[in-house]
């Protein structure tokens, strides 16, 4: 057990250096120097007795204790700050302007922001979606989910999850899919900028694409659904985005087991040297449990 408490300003830095990964970075957004940054940290470390970092050449990563450690130490922050502005006032506004792909905006944030009202009458949400993935610059947007494979230049990301994609078509024609060689039948619904997800459902399960099949080409997953509902054909969708558009009342049949992809959802990460607000930062600490939560009900990773 601790005999003493820690110190506040610790928890800060470490805290700040857990989102940035580097000292240097660091010390600018909190206005302190680079050997002051390392000292909090090193100083965290003795007193836990753990180390929260692996210190590398021109690398810095979390340990494992550490990442368990950020997200208790990044909620408590948020309570500290937020309990500050409810009682004594802010100066700053109390919304947040949220970007994402619009298949994810619809059919899974959307459902879940009521929740999060709930609990936070006080923050007022502003959700815009987009359907192609691009840089954003961050200049009118407080939080930004993507899905790829976190490979974008423009800025620093965070895996969210792990994603998996399952076939669907409309409630009873799951019948006729006996064995997944039957799904080359089609029609196929093919999704512009994902067409490999096909290629990768059928691969999985040595099979090849099938020639001279009748196709749809739609722009978004959200489409994909509707269209498979409405008896268009077979789609392969992310298994999170089916379960949560049938959650209210089952609007497509699951017509095959599931098979992961490299792509994930992700938190983007703006370059910006200023200081989250205490708000941002605890509805990004509820998205975290969001995805995880919805990771363990789907059994996925």
């Known amino acids: 057990m601790l005999e003493k408490q820690i110190n506040l300003t610790w928890l800060r830095t470490f805290e700040a250096a857990a989102r940035h990964l580097n000292f240097t970075e660091t010390a600018a957004e909190l206005g302190l120097t680079q050997a002051a940054v390392s000292l909090h940290i090193r100083s965290l470390e003795e007193r836990l007795g753990n180390r929260l970092f692996h210190r590398r050449a021109r690398h810095l990563s979390l340990t494992e204790i550490g990442q368990a450690y950020v997200t208790t130490v990044r909620h408590s922050l948020s309570d500290i700050s937020l309990a500050t502005a409810s009682l004594f006032g802010t100066a700053t506004s109390r919304m947040i302007t949220l970007k994402a792909p619009i298949s994810t905006s619809a059919l899974w944030l959307a459902p879940r922001l009521p929740k999060f009202k709930e609990a936070h009458p006080d923050i007022d949400l502003r959700l815009v979606s987009n359907i192609w993935t691009d840089a954003t610059g961050f200049d009118d947007v407080d939080v930004e989910l993507r899905v790829g494979r976190g490979d974008w230049t423009d ?71 509707e269209l498979a509902a409405a008896g268009g054909g077979y789609a392969v969708v992310m298994q999170r985005l089916v379960n949560m558009a049938n959650a209210t009342h089952p609007r497509v049949a699951v017509a095959g087991g599931p098979v992961p992809i490299p792509n994930g959802h992700y938190l983007m990460r703006p370059r910006s040297k200023r200081s989250k607000r205490p708000e941002v930062l605890l509805f990004e600490n509820w998205l975290y449990e969001a995805f995880a939560e919805d990771s363990a009900d789907n059994g996925q990773p």
Not at 170 to 198: A, F, H, N
Request: proline share 6%; aromatic share 8%.
């Open 155 to 225: 800025s620093p990301s965070e895996k969210l999850s792990d994603d998996c994609i399952v076939p669907i078509c409309s409630i009873g024609s799951e019948g006729r899919v006996s064995q997944q060689e039957d799904l080359l039948k089609g029609p196929l619904i093919r999704i512009l900028g994902q067409e490999s997800d096909w290629v990768r459902y059928f691969t999985a399960h040595d099979l090849g694409m099938p020639a001279n099949v009748a196709e749809y080409f739609v722009d978004t997953m959200t489409a994909a659904i």
